[in-house]
């Protein structure tokens, strides 16, 4: 049983292009969402720790104060060890998201989170999504 509602969150692996997609199907409180991202650690885990993640936040928050700190102090320093190499991310967001992704704080946590080995693009469009962590792939030698 997860520690999350059922049909809060989707999570899909795709063999054929290397990656997880993570959807948020709605906003859930900071407990739920942290564990939305154990599974999706767990999953890239069992698929040969992979570590090119497309994120859909569409329906949730871009920046929740408590989440950020979370992912940056506790999260990311596993992802770092467990993954064997950077953890790239893309996140979908929406019109609505735009003022806080182009914000100075998330520009402190990106540059933050950087430095853990984290590197998160933001998109509007899932087709240029997938390009770019398809890309980086191929420029990894498919790992």
């Not at 899909?12 to 859930?28: E, F, K, Q, T």
Request: proline share 6%.
């Amino acid at each position: 049983m997860s520690d999350f509602p059922a049909g809060a969150f989707s999570l899909d692996h795709r063999p054929d292009l290397g990656i997880l997609i993570g959807r948020w199907l709605r906003n859930l409180p900071p407990p739920e969402l942290q564990a939305t991202y154990r599974v999706m650690l767990e999953e890239a885990r069992a698929h040969s720790s992979c570590r090119y993640w497309l994120l859909d936040l569409r329906r949730r928050p871009v920046t929740e104060v408590d989440l950020n700190v979370w992912i940056s102090e506790q999260f990311t320093p596993v992802i770092a060890t467990d993954m064997g190499g950077a953890l790239f991310t893309a996140f979908l967001v929406g019109p609505d998201q735009q003022a806080a992704i182009e914000s100075e704080h998330m520009s402190n946590y990106l540059r933050q989170l950087a430095d853990l080995e984290l590197y998160p693009n933001f998109f509007d469009n899932e087709a240029d999504a997938v390009t770019w962590l398809a890309d980086l792939r191929e420029r990894a030698g498919g790992r």
